[in-house]
């Protein structure tokens, strides 16, 4: 006769534990899978919706007059931004990382601020100020006499305006990666380069500047992308790119197959980007193999060289943010929005409202895609769509926008046809007739971020609290919950601010998806400004670049926590 065996004994336990634990993955890992879907769901919605209409008649009459304008315009662009934000980057980076002269402590990271100005904000504010009826015009004109035949003054609404606004607005992102190479490089192999009798030239050239190229790359694709993704700037400055195209084919034309044509050949560009990016590395590797991780000593420049440092390094903050921040609030005070009391609140509220709700979707979707590729680190399934989860970020507001618009009005108008067959309830459009697709299209479009910052939250926490958890017999979410989430706080907290400020900024995907009547302080100054009521959108973008200013301060004193404990000898 075979002895009972208890429910609780720890044959039972020691079965049953592994099911359990694969179950609860297994569930972890399908939510994962429809994550991925839901955010690989517009892009596949463009290309499908393409691939089954065919060519309509709006897209040959685009191809026929004004798609080699965009074409060329796009590519005149992204190659003007590349190249200016690459030189003022890499300049700046170079300058505060390897030399010390005056204010170089404030302008390190003063540097970063412009990525606190949207484009199309500062599109407004330098129209303003270079005009012809703008303060510089007047002030020549009254100055030598002049009249409108009498001099030349260069058009700031045009292609070339358009360069060297996104070069002003977008260099911080080749700066912060740049800065970051060039400190993290031993300060030993620019000693040996020095003792070979290599001068701080050609030791820029020939040993920092191969070491940090790849750095260099990631950040000029980032600016390239951001660029192509940009509506309100080149709109108003009247350059014709696809973004436009887009917007003009679905609003102004009705046609939604040209639009999803326009947003595929966008797509085009965006791969080239990143192929760009990965061909620009090449088959070079170079690997800083010395084991001192010492701080280079700056080299101290005096004189003239300091004032030339300084002037450089003053030239694209006072143009990149101080100037124009200096204009909004100026016309703020003294005109602003005559609309600045309840209908300002209505403009904040709804703009908090949908980035509030997109930065508490997107975080909880990236802390679950995080933690399922940390338990089935082995998967790879789980680790593509992983990966998927970051393509919102290379994709245009736009094209999103399109994607997501093509599918789910289909599902709006079967469900508000079923509620009315079955219940006689009509109930208008539930999903785009409100902010939840908007919020979609948001979330698609800036999960990234999220996911970037859960995932540097994830790799701090070591493995031996998993197991260590997992020995007291823990489930995946009670770890989760009692290991992992008060040590991801500050993650957590860093990537919801993230999404909200870049929410508060973006605008083609709001412009597309907002449901009528519903305008955010995004919406609000792109439209007073496309009147020529400068003055009025002041209010609103000066509101934006505030709340923008958020996130940069608290990053700047996330990377000086971090480069303090790094520096902290061991």
Known sequence: MKPAVSPHSPSVVSSSRPFAARWRSGWLTAWAVLVGALVALPVLAVISHVLSTG????????????LPDYLWS??????GVGLGTASMGVGAAWLVTRYNFPLRGMLEWAL??????????????????LQFVGPVQTALRDTFGWTRADYWFPDVRSLGGAVILFSLVLYPYVYMLARTAFLERAGGMLEVGRSLGLGPWASFWRVSLPLARPAIAAGVSL????????????????VQTFTTGIYRAWFSLGDRVAAAQLSTALLGFVILVLAFERLSRGRARFHDTTLRRA?????RLRGVRAALAVVACLIPFVTGFLLPAGILLEMAITEGDAQFGARFIELATNSVTVSG?????????ALLLGYAARLRANSWVVRSVHRLGGLGYALPGTVIAVGVLIPVSRIDNVLTNWLTHHFDWQSGLVLTGGIAGLVYACVVRFLTPAVQSVDAGLLKITPSMDNAARSLGLSPAATLRRVHFPLLRGSLLTAALLVFIDVMKEL???????PFNFDTLATQAYNLASDERLAEASTSALA????????LIVLSREIAKARQGSATPH
Do not use: K, N
Request: glycine share 4%; hydrophobic share 55%; net charge negative.
């Open 223 to 238: 600016a390239l992308m951001e660029t192509l993704a940009d509506f309100g700037a080149v709109s108003y400055f009247g």
């Open 508 to 514: 083609p995907a709001t412009l597309v998806m907002r």
């Open 295 to 299: 701080r280079f000593q700056a080299r």
């Open 74 to 79: 796009t590519l005149w662009l992204c190659l």
């Open 544 to 551: 934006i670049v505030v709340v923008g200013l958020l996130p």
């Open 357 to 365: 709700l997109t930065a508490l979707i997107a975080v909880t979707l």
């Open 55 to 66: 060519t309509s008649d709006t897209w040959s009459h685009l191809a026929s007059t004004v």
């Open 112 to 129: 970063v601020l412009p990525l606190a100005v949207p484009g199309y904000v500062m599109a407004y504010t330098y129209t303003d100020l």
